[in-house]
């Protein structure tokens, strides 16, 4: 069962604005990582952050976590139009065996109008 | 090489006919997956291999039979799918460690007739 959900499920803004999406879980995690993906294609890693850790940046990226919340939020500053994609958070719990077992939220549709 | 890399990229099959989708991969990823997704809906895990042994079955049903004949390649056996099964198939593989990134294919997408 998918235990993420993501709001908004839809997103528009205009090009140079920020965008933030926000992804709350039900169960105990071991890390969050957030996806991206075109058009119903592959997915594309953007960042993860383990559950010891509150903030973490890449680039134009900004994600935190709140354990005692049990949610997440990825901010895309100065956005472009080449940003427009689905986006999904997804959970990591630890596994007995190796590997892992991600389970993916609902999604964010942006749309970033030029 | 940081490419997951995935045959056919569509396919359309009849509910009587046998198929197989491919994986490959060459970063020395030694956990690879399947995945699920149906239009505008998440991905959702069907099977786990970690080192080259499935770990997780999803509960899927029998006409999906996977393989893992070596650590770069997986593959998806279909067998008397239904319609509700056309979707995207997405294959991914990552580390077989905590806190480590999957990369993905770009998925087959599956139509059953």
């Known amino acids: 069962s998918q235990q993420g959900e993501e709001d908004p499920q839809a997103l528009s803004i205009q090009e140079g604005e920020n965008a933030t999406m926000n992804c709350s879980y039900k169960?105990?995690?071991?890390?969050l990582q957030w996806y991206r993906q075109n058009s119903g294609r592959g997915l594309v890693h953007l960042i993860l952050?383990?559950?010891?850790?509150r903030e973490k940046h890449s680039g134009r990226l900004r994600v935190t976590l709140d354990t005692s919340k049990k949610s997440s939020s990825l901010l895309i500053t100065a956005s472009r139009a080449a940003d427009t994609a689905s986006y999904f958070c997804?959970?990591?719990?630890?596994?007995?065996?190796?590997?892992?077992?991600?389970?993916f939220g609902e999604g964010t549709q942006l749309t970033v109008n030029p | 090489d940081t490419e997951v890399t995935q045959t056919p990229k569509h396919l359309v099959m009849g509910m009587t006919n046998k198929k197989s989708l491919k994986c490959e991969q060459h970063?020395?990823?030694?956990?690879m997956y399947w995945y699920k997704q149906k239009a505008k809906k998440p991905p959702e895990l069907m099977f786990v291999?970690?080192?080259?042994?499935?770990?997780i079955n999803e509960s899927v049903p029998s006409r999906f039979s996977p393989e893992c004949p070596n650590s770069s390649l997986l593959n998806l056996h279909l067998h008397a799918l239904q319609p509700e099964d056309s979707a995207l198939y997405l294959c991914?593989?990552?580390?077989?460690?905590?806190?480590?990134?999957?990369?993905f294919g770009q998925g087959t997408r599956l139509t059953v007739v």
């Open positions: 291999y970690s080192y080259e042994k499935l770990s």
């Open positions: 952050i383990r559950s010891n850790e």
């Open positions: 997804a959970t990591d719990v630890i596994l007995e065996t190796s590997g892992s077992r991600l389970t």
């Open positions: 970063m020395g990823h030694r956990a």
């Open positions: 169960t105990s995690i071991n890390n």
């Open positions: 991914a593989s990552s580390h077989a460690s905590m806190n480590t990134e999957a990369f």
